[in-house]
């Protein structure tokens, strides 16, 4: 009988784990059915090129069950338990899930309610509804005082406010606004960036153009009414537009099936990814609490990783291989400029120079993403 | 150091950012009054801890080598 192997997620995670193992392993063999609810795919790094109106973003967006290859089955539906014990997934319409492996996918939650006052007043582009209405504003700009930062770690793509404020500095330069506006980035650590060599890095450029810096700043709360953000540390600094990337959890089912730790987020085996001692139950992508990015490249390596695994014990040989921790991720640094960092567990990434090739790779990495990546072929 | 925590927060083999944003966690959750104590494997927390409670206006107890962990400890002053 073919192992079923039941992934729990239709996002980045998900759908490249789905298609890798596809690739790995027979469909005699091997049952995939991909459990998730949403209809389309958005590829979530274009955010930041969309504020400025730099890409379309129809460009970005394909329908989710297009992306998956011949012989994953699909099934769209909200899961809304996860019992690991008794290995049984449930959903919104009523179907119970059966598996001999359990991949669990199902990446972050905004919780912008998490901070007073953020609805009313706070603008985003870490989703496409977001971002679309972020780009009116800028349109609409006129020059003041803008804050930007995150409101809380840990965020997806932690550099992605770093690269929106990059390009905030261009657009504005070339509008001919730089003049009438003050760029303020505020971050919750006692520097720019959690890693210190990278953080280095940003700040220099940072200070080069001028953006002032605010550092050891968790957000408490926001006051719509007389336009301030104000830090657990005490500080507040008034603003004409904010720029904050809301609060992340992990999703409330998974806090609702008894998995998560106190912040919705998945603890599991830094080298094998499974779930405790479960050696069937794996998490993958944003929905872990690894101390890793939470990035698409992070879900590509480890859906290499777990693919090979599931794909070898399926035909009954051993996996000795450890998942290393390894990210490789390119992030803009200013109009045509772009670092890509490489890291694992053991080693930091370098950020020495940026270059108008990174920048390239960046700007069209929705086609490579979307003909390649996501089928697990790259 | 004589002082008994009325928090410990175990954060030993999480990297940084983590035990920095564990201590941020529970001092939102304490008292005024309370002491809050980290355990960290991570380096950077000796620096990272110190620097946020300097900034957020909290008392730094001590900052101690234990075996093979460093252990922060702060009291919430406001
Ligand atoms: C602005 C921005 C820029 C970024 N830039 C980069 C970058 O340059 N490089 C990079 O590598 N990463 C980048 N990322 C991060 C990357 O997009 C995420 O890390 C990645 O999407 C994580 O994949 P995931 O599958 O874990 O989660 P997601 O892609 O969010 O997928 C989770 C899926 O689970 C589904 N789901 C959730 N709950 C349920 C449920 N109960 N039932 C059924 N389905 C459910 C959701 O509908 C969703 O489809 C960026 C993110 C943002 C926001």
Redesign the interface.
């Given at each position: 009988m073919a192992s079923k192997v039941l992934i729990v997620g239709d996002g980045d995670a998900g759908t490249i784990m789905a298609n890798k193992l596809r690739f790995h392993t027979d469909i005699k063999d091997v049952e995939i059915t991909v459990v998730g609810n949403s209809k389309e795919h958005y590829f979530k790094p274009d955010g930041v090129h969309i504020s400025f109106s730099m890409i379309d973003y129809k460009r970005s967006v394909k329908p989710t069950e297009f992306l998956f290859n011949y012989g994953v089955n699909y099934v769209r539906d909200e899961v809304t338990r996860i019992d690991v014990a008794d290995k049984t997934v449930s959903t919104k319409s009523g179907r119970n899930l059966d598996y001999d492996y359990l991949i669990i996918a199902t990446g972050d939650r905004f919780t912008p309610e998490d901070i007073p006052g953020y609805e009313t007043d706070a603008k985003h582009f870490y989703d496409l509804p977001h971002a679309l209405e972020l780009q009116k504003e800028i349109k609409s700009f006129k020059g003041g005082k803008i804050v930007i930062g995150q409101a809380?770690?840990?965020i997806m793509c932690p550099p992605a406010p770093y690269e929106f404020t990059f390009l905030l500095e261009e657009y504005l330069n070339f509008h001919g606004l730089k003049d009438k506006t003050e760029i303020h980035y505020i971050y919750?650590?006692?520097r720019v960036f959690?890693i210190?060599n990278v953080s280095d890095f940003v700040a220099k450029r940072m200070e080069e153009r001028g953006i002032i810096t605010h550092t050891?700043f968790?957000v408490e709360s926001v006051d719509p009414k007389n336009k301030k953000i104000q830090s657990?540390?005490?500080e507040s600094i008034n603003y004409d537009l904010l720029v904050l990337i809301p609060p992340h959890r992990g999703q409330k089912v998974i806090t609702d099936s008894g998995l998560a730790d106190?912040s919705g987020y998945i603890d599991v085996d830094k080298y094998k990814l499974n779930y405790k001692d479960y050696d069937n139950v794996f998490a993958i992508g944003d929905a872990t609490n690894l101390?890793v990015s939470k990035a698409g490249a992070t879900a590509h390596f480890q859906s290499m990783y777990l693919s090979n695994r599931i794909a070898s014990e399926t035909s009954g040989n051993i996996y000795n291989e450890l998942y290393e921790g390894d990210v490789a991720c390119t992030t803009v640094t200013g109009y045509e400029k772009g670092v890509t960092l490489y890291f694992n567990y053991n080693k930091p990434p370098k950020a020495k120079f940026d270059s108008k090739l990174d920048y390239f790779l960046k700007w069209q990495s929705a086609d490579t993403f979307f003909s390649s990546m996501v089928r697990g072929v790259a | 150091m004589d002082v008994k925590p009325d928090r410990v927060i175990d954060a030993r083999g999480s990297y940084c950012p983590g035990p920095l944003m564990e201590l941020i966690k529970a001092y939102k959750q304490a008292k005024v009054g309370e002491i809050i104590s980290v355990y960290s494997t991570d380096a950077g927390t000796k620096k990272d801890a110190p620097a946020w409670i300097s900034k957020s206006g909290q008392e730094l107890v001590g900052v101690f080598d234990r075996n093979g962990y460093y252990e922060i400890v702060m009291k919430k002053v406001k």
């Amino acid at each position: 009988m073919a192992s079923k192997v039941l992934i729990v997620g239709d996002g980045d995670a998900g759908t490249i784990m789905a298609n890798k193992l596809r690739f790995h392993t027979d469909i005699k063999d091997v049952e995939i059915t991909v459990v998730g609810n949403s209809k389309e795919h958005y590829f979530k790094p274009d955010g930041v090129h969309i504020s400025f109106s730099m890409i379309d973003y129809k460009r970005s967006v394909k329908p989710t069950e297009f992306l998956f290859n011949y012989g994953v089955n699909y099934v769209r539906d909200e899961v809304t338990r996860i019992d690991v014990a008794d290995k049984t997934v449930s959903t919104k319409s009523g179907r119970n899930l059966d598996y001999d492996y359990l991949i669990i996918a199902t990446g972050d939650r905004f919780t912008p309610e998490d901070i007073p006052g953020y609805e009313t007043d706070a603008k985003h582009f870490y989703d496409l509804p977001h971002a679309l209405e972020l780009q009116k504003e800028i349109k609409s700009f006129k020059g003041g005082k803008i804050v930007i930062g995150q409101a809380s770690i840990p965020i997806m793509c932690p550099p992605a406010p770093y690269e929106f404020t990059f390009l905030l500095e261009e657009y504005l330069n070339f509008h001919g606004l730089k003049d009438k506006t003050e760029i303020h980035y505020i971050y919750p650590l006692n520097r720019v960036f959690t890693i210190p060599n990278v953080s280095d890095f940003v700040a220099k450029r940072m200070e080069e153009r001028g953006i002032i810096t605010h550092t050891l700043f968790n957000v408490e709360s926001v006051d719509p009414k007389n336009k301030k953000i104000q830090s657990l540390e005490g500080e507040s600094i008034n603003y004409d537009l904010l720029v904050l990337i809301p609060p992340h959890r992990g999703q409330k089912v998974i806090t609702d099936s008894g998995l998560a730790d106190d912040s919705g987020y998945i603890d599991v085996d830094k080298y094998k990814l499974n779930y405790k001692d479960y050696d069937n139950v794996f998490a993958i992508g944003d929905a872990t609490n690894l101390p890793v990015s939470k990035a698409g490249a992070t879900a590509h390596f480890q859906s290499m990783y777990l693919s090979n695994r599931i794909a070898s014990e399926t035909s009954g040989n051993i996996y000795n291989e450890l998942y290393e921790g390894d990210v490789a991720c390119t992030t803009v640094t200013g109009y045509e400029k772009g670092v890509t960092l490489y890291f694992n567990y053991n080693k930091p990434p370098k950020a020495k120079f940026d270059s108008k090739l990174d920048y390239f790779l960046k700007w069209q990495s929705a086609d490579t993403f979307f003909s390649s990546m996501v089928r697990g072929v790259a | 150091m004589d002082v008994k925590p009325d928090r410990v927060i175990d954060a030993r083999g999480s990297y940084c950012p983590g035990p920095l944003m564990e201590l941020i966690k529970a001092y939102k959750q304490a008292k005024v009054g309370e002491i809050i104590s980290v355990y960290s494997t991570d380096a950077g927390t000796k620096k990272d801890a110190p620097a946020w409670i300097s900034k957020s206006g909290q008392e730094l107890v001590g900052v101690f080598d234990r075996n093979g962990y460093y252990e922060i400890v702060m009291k919430k002053v406001k």
